[in-house]
């Protein structure tokens, strides 16, 4: 199979020694699946060349992008042909008149971003990997970031795509016009679909105006409750923040011993406040989330701050993911989320359940969407330990469907989440869901083993 398939593709396009192969046998979760051969398109026709080949001979395709993400989306767990898009990196055309951009989806999203500067616009999706993932990466997962708060997540901002089906066929979804209701929406049916029914070639990208100014606060409280009621008032005023940031009591203790922030020695939870727009309001605005936030008796409230000063504030909640690397060998990261207004009854649950299986859990996230990192650190060879992750993460899931939640904001099902999503979406939407896979990967090829549970 392998040398029939090298027929079809230029030697260095093609990888199947084993060195090779382990550098993509892994992702951001820790996890390690070693594929049986690595594709490194450069071309739309040599992906419909991969896809029509894997289809006749029903091998399994698992596309790739940075391999930033932390449910194994991107991991060759039964095998198969992993076809990374990474080289696949062009920005086809930036149209500041029509406020869109094109490319190819192995672009870096970071990469972008400083491509726009100049036009004075970005593309509002904003991952914290986003100096690091790709495009297409981040429409695979629909991801999202801080900045989802006041823009969305990827879907949002997505007009069109071009993409190539289970059996090399291509296809072109929506187009470069911000209206069009012609038929399904299938762009957005793609976006999220985490690789299970389409390999995404080029995407048609709305662009936003840069905001001209930002301002930056931070608010310390003596309780998660406390932080929780501020955030439901600030998304009820006129001035919402373009993001906000919450850290809970274990994280703001990890700070404190690592010495990465002067904070209230009391403080069990804390809010990072952002407030973005034109230069002449902004100032303004900032001060109207700092009057209401001081309603709600913060131990600490900053002023609101810019330039450099504002990314000293942020260094706070950056600083968390390598702290927590240094501090246990694996973190199970998962990111839940509720209604705002239900926040603190999720916190507190999730303190239980750390104290009820004496599991070490630190929290923190997007507390504008109720996007909550949940982050259970282990040590793989504590077997003790690890036999409590799963009840933890079964406790944690019911938890938030209890809640109204959903099991994911922006990482993905992958295949951490797949046995539990059916407590989220119903049986009956399972089926219908996995009838339309059947129908757009007939023998299904596409990234098995992902999204939904085997039975």
């Avoid at 930036?94 to 490319?103: F, M, S, W």
């Avoid at 491509?115 to 991801?143: K, R, V």
């Avoid at 069009?180 to 679909?193: A, F, K, Q």
């Avoid at 310390?220 to 940031?245: D, W």
Wanted: net charge negative; with cysteine; proline share 6%.
């Amino acid at each position: 199979m392998l040398r029939r398939l090298a027929r079809l593709l230029p030697d260095h396009v093609l990888l199947t020694d084993l060195a090779q192969r382990e550098a993509y046998a892994w992702d951001n979760t820790g996890m390690r699946a070693l594929p049986d051969a690595v594709v490194l398109a450069e071309s739309e026709a040599q992906v419909v060349a991969v896809l029509r080949f894997c289809h006749q001979e029903r091998i399994a395709v698992i596309p790739r992008g940075a391999g930033t993400g932390n449910v194994g989306g991107a991991l060759a767990v039964r095998g198969g042909v992993l076809l990374s898009t990474q080289r696949m990196n062009a920005i086809i055309e930036i149209a500041p008149d029509d406020r869109l951009a094109v490319v190819e989806p192995g672009v870096v999203n970071g990469v972008l971003q400083e491509a726009l500067q100049s036009q004075g616009l970005f593309w509002p999706p904003d991952p914290s990997s986003s100096h690091t993932c790709t495009i297409g990466g981040n429409i695979a997962l629909c991801s999202a970031g801080p900045g989802a708060v006041r823009y969305g997540v990827t879907r949002d901002w997505v007009l069109g795509l071009r993409a190539v089906l289970a059996d090399g066929s291509v296809i072109q979804t929506g187009g470069r016009t911000s209206k069009g209701v012609v038929g399904y929406d299938m762009t957005r049916l793609l976006i999220g679909s985490e690789g299970t029914l389409a390999v995404v070639t080029q995407a048609i990208l709305k662009l936003a105006p840069k905001p001209e100014s930002r301002r930056l606060s931070r608010a310390v409280f003596s309780s998660v409750e406390q932080a929780a009621r501020a955030v439901s008032s600030l998304m009820t005023t006129a001035s919402v923040p373009s993001a906000i940031e919450f850290l809970d009591g274990a994280s703001l203790d990890l700070l404190r011993e690592t010495g990465s922030v002067s904070l209230p020695a009391a403080g069990r939870a804390m809010l990072l406040l952002e407030v973005s727009g034109a230069e002449d309001e902004v100032e303004r605005r900032a001060k109207v989330v700092c009057d209401l936030v001081e309603a709600f008796s913060p131990l600490e409230q900053t002023p609101p701050v810019k330039g450099e000063e504002a990314q000293q504030v942020w260094a706070a909640r950056y600083a968390l993911s390598p702290i927590l690397k240094k501090r246990a060998p694996k973190r199970v990261n998962e990111d839940v989320v509720v209604p705002v207004s239900r926040l603190s009854e999720l916190m507190v649950g999730v303190e239980t359940i750390a104290q009820d299986l004496a599991i070490p859990i630190i929290s923190f996230g997007h507390a504008g969407n109720g996007n909550i990192h949940v982050n259970l650190l282990v040590d793989p060879e504590d077997r003790p330990l690890m036999a409590k992750v799963a009840p933890a993460l079964e406790r944690l899931f019911r938890l938030v469907i209890s809640l109204e939640g959903s099991l994911s904001g922006e990482h993905g099902v992958g295949t951490q989440k797949r046995d539990y999503i059916q407590w989220e979406i119903g049986s009956d939407s399972l089926l219908l869901q996995q009838g339309i896979k059947k129908l757009f990967d007939p023998n299904g090829i596409m990234n098995p083993g992902k999204l939904f549970p085997d039975s």
